[in-house]
């Protein structure tokens, strides 16, 4: 009579291990964005004041009264508003996300799509401390307005700084410690730095407002690039359920004769 021998048990501890890196990684984010909200709402408030008004005021009307004067190139400054405006920026990173599972499939492919809740979320945080209203040429017909400008959200802190920062910063980033280049670090400062100016070439926003939207955006966006490389990441599809069957876990014996 033929005999069978016993299945061999399929392991879990490869996918628990993976999880546990997953719940990790979460961990060091959230600490990292209670930091980022509480030195953004620190200097929201010592220095913008609550509805405006603070220490740097008169410094942010000289800066805005200059660059109404020296605008350029609005046209491309109305493309940037409209592609970084949360709604169709949040599309982009999952589009991003969505093409690194199925180039890298690891985890890393979520990169974009941290970098970017991440920053909105500090943005919808940080505005509900800090009250500020924009500058009056936010919203046309105002004099000084754009035509099509129409903004009318508390300014504090410009949400075009800190998620496009942020998404830039985090995807560039981790290219960059991934190939140990450092030309994606620059490229991630001067596309931010440009994004930040057409807020100011818009009049939609304080200097303060983009500055420091500026630095908040850099701090979470280099998290999320650096917190992604603390551990080291297998195919994302281990992750997941498949049967109760880990990964590495070895085949059912056959029945022998």
């Not at 993976?18 to 984010?29: F, G, H, M, W």
């Not at 500090?122 to 919203?139: C, D, G, K, S, Y």
């Not at 100016?197 to 200097?207: A, E, N, Q």
């Amino acid at each position: 009579m033929a005999r069978t021998a016993s299945p061999r048990r399929w392991t879990i501890e490869p996918i628990v291990g993976d999880r546990r890196r997953v719940l990790r990684v979460v961990a060091v984010l959230a600490g990292a964005a209670v930091v980022v909200f509480a030195v953004g709402s620190g200097l929201g408030l010592g220095l913008v004041g609550r509805h405006g008004g603070g220490l740097v005021q008169g410094w942010d009307d000289q800066v805005q009264a200059w660059d109404l004067h020296h605008r350029y190139a609005v046209s491309a400054a109305k493309a940037v508003a409209f592609f970084g405006d949360a709604p169709k920026l949040a599309v982009i990173a999952v589009v991003l996300s969505a093409v690194l599972l199925v180039t890298i499939r690891t985890v890393r492919a979520l990169i974009p799509i941290a970098a970017y809740l991440g920053g909105e979320l500090q943005v919808f945080l940080i505005r509900e401390v800090v009250h500020r209203h924009r500058p009056p040429t936010a919203n046309y017909p105002a004099p000084g307005a754009i035509p099509g400008v129409h903004e009318t959200s508390f300014s504090f802190p410009s949400g075009h700084s800190v998620a496009v920062t942020a998404m830039l910063f985090g995807c560039l980033g981790a290219i960059a410690i991934a190939h140990r280049w450092w030309w994606p670090w620059a490229v991630a400062l001067v596309a931010s730095l440009y994004v930040v100016d057409t807020r100011l070439d818009l009049g939609v926003h304080w200097f303060s407002d983009v500055t420091i939207g500026l630095a908040l955006g850099v701090a979470w966006g280099v998290t999320v690039a650096v917190t992604s490389f603390r551990f080291d990441w297998d195919d994302v599809r281990d992750l997941l359920p498949t049967r109760g069957r880990g990964r590495g876990a070895p085949a059912p014996a056959p029945p022998r004769a």
